[in-house]
């Protein structure tokens, strides 16, 4: 269980980020052992991450206090961010996002049980880290479908491009949810994130099998594909 974060808020004043400070302390409850964050500022066209083995409260007091939020806005004066609170069950090694300059992603679920060291010969992949969201990014860049190409595996995803969009998708293992506002979205794993951070928005699910990507106008683009899964996230309990 992780939290993953993504934002794209137009001319952002000091309350959107208090507002969006919020929502990562919210977030932290999913994932106390590591926070990352990747954005575009203006002092550079490559996308900038920033990631520690803390929770949120203490990663943002460092990171994300008061002095230096003006820093994370892009040369538009828009805010392009995605952000990860993990949960690990094993060490705190190769924390999200994972990223390169181009292309940044967060991800709550599993791709591959299969061991690192096999994931050249089994995926056709070269890794540098042992987080299987590299997959993940592979997969982004070599512009495949994930929801296709990894439809076995669980994915809540978001993913932050220097071209200045956001994509966000999830299969029917796991959550997701888009809180529209009146200058920007704002994705969260669950919808309880956005209520106890008080956000002033329209929250609605992420349907499953489908990519939404939105950029620095707020345009929705909507690709929906067929894996022939079903919604987890809905099962009929008996």
């Known amino acids: 269980m992780c939290a993953i974060i993504g934002a794209v808020i137009q001319k952002p004043t000091a309350d959107d980020f208090e507002m969006l400070k919020r929502v990562f302390l919210e977030a932290k409850i999913r994932g106390l ?14 996308i900038v991450t920033i990631k520690e083995a803390i929770p949120a409260d203490q990663f943002i007091e460092k990171h994300m206090h008061k002095d230096n939020l003006t820093d994370f806005i892009n040369d538009d004066g828009n805010l392009y961010m995605i952000g990860h609170c993990r949960y690990s069950t094993s060490d705190l090694e190769y924390n999200q996002p994972i990223s390169n300059k181009n292309t940044s992603v967060v991800h709550n679920g599993v791709i591959t049980q299969e061991l690192p060291e ?17 997959l993940l990014l592979h997969t982004i860049e070599e512009n495949v479908s994930p929801l296709e190409r990894w439809k076995d595996a669980s994915l809540s995803v978001c993913v932050l491009s220097r071209d200045k969009t956001l994509k966000v998708f999830r ?7 888009l809180t529209s506002l009146s200058n920007g979205v704002i994705i969260t794993s669950t919808s309880d994130i956005i209520e106890r951070a008080n956000v002033e928005g329209v929250t609605t699910e992420v349907p499953m099998d ?16 067929n894996t022939g899964n079903k919604d987890l996230q809905h099962v009929q309990q008996d």
């Open 33 to 46: 052992h590591a926070t990352g964050i990747s954005f575009l500022p203006r002092w550079t066209k490559d």
């Open 118 to 134: 096999h994931w050249k010969e089994l995926y056709g992949y070269d890794c540098e880290t042992k987080n299987d969201t590299e």
């Open 171 to 177: 299969n029917g293992k796991r959550p997701q949810y």
């Open 210 to 225: 489908t990519y939404f990507t939105f950029d620095s106008e707020l345009t929705m683009m909507v690709e929906k594909v």
